[in-house]
């Protein structure tokens, strides 16, 4: 083993990505560039989803339709005896 790749082994990173010889600025840049990628692509996501939700049929419970069931057989049974 070489001390280079046990002392530091992020520079040695860097050093094969090239980074290591970037400028300050350009690591800058090179920063914000791949965070507003980030930032674009969860927005993509996010409305993709939120549209995704607008097209969802809600849920219909079948409790609710059996109750409707019952009370229009009510009605119809009192109209009935009443007549």
Same mark, same amino acid.
Request: aromatic share 4%; hydrophobic share 30%; glycine share 2%.
């Given at each position: ?36 990628? #980030? ?5 993509? &996501?996010?409305?993709?989803? !939120? $549209?995704?939700? %607008?097209?969802? =049929?809600?849920?219909?419970?079948? #409790? ?5 069931? &019952?009370?229009?057989?009510? !009605? $119809?049974?009192? %109209?009935?005896? =009443?007549?």
């Amino acid at each position: 083993m070489t001390p280079s790749s046990t002392s530091h082994p992020q520079v040695d990173k860097q050093i094969e990505s090239g980074e290591y010889f970037l400028k300050p600025k350009e690591r800058e840049h090179k920063e914000k560039k791949a965070r507003a990628e #980030e930032q674009t692509a969860t927005s993509l &996501v996010n409305q993709a989803e !939120k $549209r995704a939700k %607008a097209f969802v =049929a809600p849920v219909e419970s079948a #409790e609710a339709d059996v109750g409707e069931r &019952v009370k229009s057989k009510r !009605k $119809r049974e009192r %109209a009935e005896k =009443a007549e």
